[in-house]
């Protein structure tokens, strides 16, 4: 496990753009895969977008265009940038990690941090 620390989230309108970071803990953050995921009230925590080591990236269909997902290795920092936003994205969103291999899916998680969109 390592710690993570989100921040960016707020207000915003439909349209608009928002740039949420995530900092880890841990001396082999380049190593991790990284994942954004996001749980609105009363539906399932899904994954947005991830990004793995080598520089490969997942995004979910409904941001897939509108999402970008990048990282600083010498920061130990996750990025996602929002675009265009949609009423649809308010959610909480968690930076999560997965520190080891050979195991399950992600062993670290953020405290959360609060998008709101507004129509």
């Known amino acids: 496990q390592v710690q993570l620390g989100e921040s960016g989230g707020g207000l915003v309108q439909a349209g608009g753009s928002l740039r949420l970071s995530c900092a880890a803990s841990?001396?082999?953050?380049?190593?991790?895969?990284m994942g954004w995921f996001r749980q609105a009230p009363g539906k399932e925590r899904e994954l947005v977008s991830a990004?793995?080591?080598?520089?490969?990236?997942y995004y979910a269909d409904s941001v897939k265009g509108r999402f970008t997902i990048s990282r600083d290795n010498a920061k130990n920092t996750v990025y996602l940038q929002m675009n265009t936003l949609q009423p649809e994205d308010t959610a909480v969103y968690y930076c999560?990690?997965?520190?080891?291999?050979?195991?399950?899916?992600?062993?670290?998680w953020g405290q959360g941090t609060q998008v709101t969109v507004s129509a």
């Open positions: 999560a990690a997965r520190t080891r291999v050979g195991g399950g899916g992600y062993d670290s």
């Open positions: 990004s793995w080591s080598g520089g490969s990236t």
């Open positions: 841990g001396r082999l953050f380049s190593t991790y895969v």
